[in-house]
């Protein structure tokens, strides 16, 4: 069974920062690539950031030097660190592998697996 366990996030005020983490099980994940994908109620979902299994990376606009994507493939988990964070950041953040890859705007609406989603909130 596919499992993409997500922990961390919570509220911060501006300025603050977070990590966010997401565990997979279920699958042989070798060849996926990663991403954090995020949605504000009420909106549509976004690509935040993709890491492929080569390690190359690709970001939103908006998070480029704040947010950076990792990944340990021994163990099959997924980071995002996020620092300077806005209110603009308030979001419901999902973690997503997809076999296929690509640029962070690619991913939406189309991946393979998305995990159960994590809020993060914001204060000014």
């Known amino acids: 069974q596919v499992q993409l366990m997500q922990s961390g996030g919570g509220s911060v005020p501006a300025g603050g920062s977070l990590t966010l983490t997401c565990v997979a099980s279920?699958?042989?994940?070798?060849?996926?690539?990663w991403g954090w994908l995020r949605q504000v109620a009420g909106k549509r979902l976004e690509g935040v950031a993709v890491?492929?299994?080569?390690?190359?990376?690709d970001y939103v606009d908006s998070v480029k030097g704040r947010f950076t994507i990792s990944r340990i493939n021994a163990n099959n988990t997924l980071y995002l660190q996020m620092h300077n964070l806005t209110p603009e950041d308030t979001a419901m953040y999902y973690c997503?592998?997809?076999?296929?890859?690509?640029?962070?705007?690619?991913?939406?609406?189309?991946?393979?697996?998305r995990g159960q989603g994590t809020q993060v909130t914001v204060s000014s």
């Open positions: 890491i492929d299994d080569d390690g190359s990376t």
């Open positions: 279920g699958h042989s994940w070798g060849s996926y690539s």
């Open positions: 997503a592998a997809d076999v296929r890859g690509g640029s962070v705007a690619s991913w939406v609406p189309d991946y393979n697996y």
